[in-house]
């Protein structure tokens, strides 16, 4: 017993969008409705307007193949004021950061995971 990891394109690519909508509802999540709700009303659409790529876990359950959980990655801009920085540090982070003079601050995408 295992598990896979699944993109959601690649499930609504290839079994269209009304029958992963399907697949996607009988996820449940009682503790947290919000993990819930995004997986069945928002995960397809981020997906296609590239906001943010949904991965599907499943594994077997009972001959099964059921939904087990999920994440998704995006990217998330952070800023960081100048004057919080070592010259350091600065140096450093001038490698993955533009520096916006105006507000005097360095800007970094990351990666974000939920």
Not at 38 to 60: C, D, N, P, R, Y
């Amino acid at each position: 017993m295992g598990y896979k990891v699944i993109k959601l394109k690649n499930i609504y690519n290839n079994l269209g969008e009304v029958e992963t909508k399907k697949i996607l509802k009988e996820f449940k999540c009682e503790l947290n409705r919000d993990v819930e709700y995004f997986l069945h009303e928002k995960a397809i659409e981020f997906s296609k307007q590239g906001i943010a790529e949904t991965f599907i876990v499943m594994s077997q359950y009972k001959r099964k193949e059921v939904i087990v959980g999920y994440f998704s990655t995006t990217n998330k801009a952070i800023n960081i004021k100048k004057m919080n920085l070592s010259a350091t540090k600065k140096k450093r982070i001038l490698k993955f950061a533009k520096y916006d003079k105006e507000y005097k601050t360095y800007s970094v995408a990351l990666p974000l995971i939920g």
